[in-house]
């Protein structure tokens, strides 16, 4: 009882900015939160296109929460796998690097960089690349001008709503509704195997690296004020 009771008080800004997350996951109020890991889950496919030799053609997100990376090239088995995996990780390093480092505005800084060049370079349709085009300025203004703690506070979100994301959609998209043409549908036709499996295999190790970073990534006190003296 004690040691929860240490762990609440340790951790309380980290839970309830966790539980705000999850109440108001469905709500009009996170949608942009949204759209943003839909776009670091086809950021994830167009790096694993990129690194396995392929050339990306184009990327695009939309606001009903779907996306596109087209590409050629490149694995097909790395690029189906890293749309989910590749987002978590993504969300897990941003959210280990704001609880471990002072570097938040460096970190939201290059992130907006990033998603302005993307946007620049890869988007093709209007509302994709004007969510970019205003989320890659909104963070390196946020860098420059707000305070150290909002720029880690930041990061966190989007780190704990990446987290939150990959195994509840992998769950809604290659398990419960096996029916639709998932990452995992395209990998089993291209790879061999079903839905079914590697959605759950999926599920399985977005799981595993959550219960890591739980383990090994949280510091004995998250709370901002007590980690900045």
Do not use: C
């Amino acid at each position: 009882m004690r040691a929860i009771k240490t762990f609440v008080t340790n951790h309380w800004q980290l839970l309830s900015l966790t539980l705000l997350i999850v109440l108001l996951w469905n709500a009009n109020v996170l949608l942009p939160l949204r759209i943003l890991t839909v776009f670091l889950h086809e950021l994830s496919h167009a790096l694993a296109a990129i690194l396995t030799g392929g050339e990306v053609l184009s990327l695009t997100i939309s606001p009903n929460e779907g996306g596109l990376v087209t590409a050629r090239g490149g694995s097909p088995f790395w690029i189906a796998s890293a749309g989910y995996l590749g987002s978590l990780l993504i969300g897990a390093a941003l959210f280990i690097l704001a609880l471990r480092t002072h570097w938040d505005r460096t970190i939201l800084a290059a992130f907006g960089g990033i998603t302005l060049l993307v946007a620049a370079f890869y988007v093709r349709d209007l509302f994709a690349f004007g969510f970019m085009l205003a989320t890659g300025i909104a963070m390196l203004l946020a860098s420059r001008f707000l305070s150290l703690e909002i720029s880690d506070m930041i990061l966190r979100t989007i780190g704990v709503s990446s987290m939150i994301y990959a195994p509840l959609d992998i769950f809604d998209d290659t398990i419960r509704r096996a029916h639709l043409r998932s990452d995992a549908r395209i990998l089993a036709e291209q790879v061999g195997g079903s839905t079914l499996f590697w959605g759950g295999l999926w599920l399985v190790i977005s799981l595993g690296v959550i219960v890591l970073i739980l383990r090994y990534g949280l510091p004995q006190n998250s709370n901002i004020h007590q980690r900045r003296r």
